[in-house]
């Protein structure tokens, strides 16, 4: 079974603190995803990953930035965190292109909030 | 961009009975997925189903899809308290294309 580890279930920071949110899988899969969940606008993609070092703007990457350094890896950065990316941050992974019907594979999610 | 949008938003039935929420995209897909998300935890794939094809079972599970009318629908047949969750559809747009797209999910609540 795929398992994919959020390193944090809830964080509280500061604002203008640097935010990183790690997320670890453990069934060699190329692909990687941060998305973001805020009530009323479902999910939203941040950025992915389809290879180590590669990374790929999503719908809303403004004010992140991710690191894919290991293949089971993949980090996301708020560089300056700010009130209005208080959210749920959920860590996916696939084994081939979505697109194309490979099903994601979700970690429990990292409720940040930024006071 | 949100291309699913899910139907109803809120959906509250007696446990034992059918669940049906409906899904509509406006742009061509290669396929369609089906993903349940516990109360503050991550989305778990349920079933997915492909552009060519018309229904797909998974125990309780029906899915169905039009692609003429751009929608499908999820029926959860004889419902249990445990099925409380909110179920999202996500559509895929074919090759190349890494992004699941979607909606904004039907939060079911079961009743025992």
């Known amino acids: 079974d795929v398992k994919v580890t959020q390193s944090s279930r809830y964080l509280v920071k500061r604002t203008g603190e640097k935010v990183f949110l790690e997320c670890v899988q453990d069934?060699?899969?190329?692909?990687m995803f941060w998305y973001r969940q805020d009530p009323g606008l479902g999910l939203r993609l941040i950025y992915f990953s389809y290879d180590v070092k590669m990374k790929e703007k999503g719908d809303i990457p403004e004010g992140y930035s991710v690191s894919r350094e290991k293949k089971e890896r993949f980090s996301l950065i708020l560089e300056s965190a700010s009130t209005n990316q208080t959210s749920m941050y959920l860590c996916?992974?696939?084994?081939?292109?979505?697109?194309?019907?490979?099903?994601?594979?979700f970690g429990n999610g990292t409720r940040l909030t930024v006071t | 961009s949100q291309q699913g949008e899910e139907d109803p938003q809120a959906l509250s039935i007696q446990e034992g009975e059918n669940a049906t929420m409906n899904c509509s995209y406006k742009?061509?897909?290669?396929?369609l997925q089906w993903y349940r998300q516990n109360s503050g935890r991550g989305l778990v794939h349920l079933i997915l189903?492909?552009?060519?094809?018309r229904e797909k079972h998974s125990g309780r599970l029906r899915v169905t899809l039009d692609t003429s009318k751009k929608s499908s629908s999820l029926l959860i047949t004889a419902s249990r308290a445990a099925d409380t969750a909110s179920y999202f559809c996500a559509t895929g747009s074919g090759a190349g294309s890494y992004q699941l797209t979607f909606g904004k999910g039907t939060k079911l609540s079961v009743i025992p």
């Open positions: 742009t061509s897909i290669n396929n």
């Open positions: 189903i492909r552009s060519n094809e």
């Open positions: 069934m060699d899969h190329e692909n």
């Open positions: 996916a992974s696939s084994l081939e292109v979505t697109g194309l019907g490979s099903p994601l594979h």
